[in-house]
């Protein structure tokens, strides 16, 4: 569960310096990979 959330955490950083950096389809898609992993999470949970 920790190293998870780490990775969340570490997730949402980087993709939140890219949409700082670079707004545009790579944060888009980085942002539904992140989605479709916290519902793979949740379904697994």
């Known amino acids: 569960m920790g190293p998870f ?3 969340l955490i570490i ?3 980087g993709a939140l310096a890219l949409f700082i950096y670079n ?3 790579l944060f888009l898609k980085l942002s539904q990979q992140v989605k479709q992993a916290a519902q ?4 697994s949970s």
């Open 11 to 13: 997730g949402f950083g």
């Open 40 to 43: 793979r999470f949740k379904q």
């Open 5 to 7: 959330l780490l990775g």
């Open 23 to 25: 707004e545009g389809d």
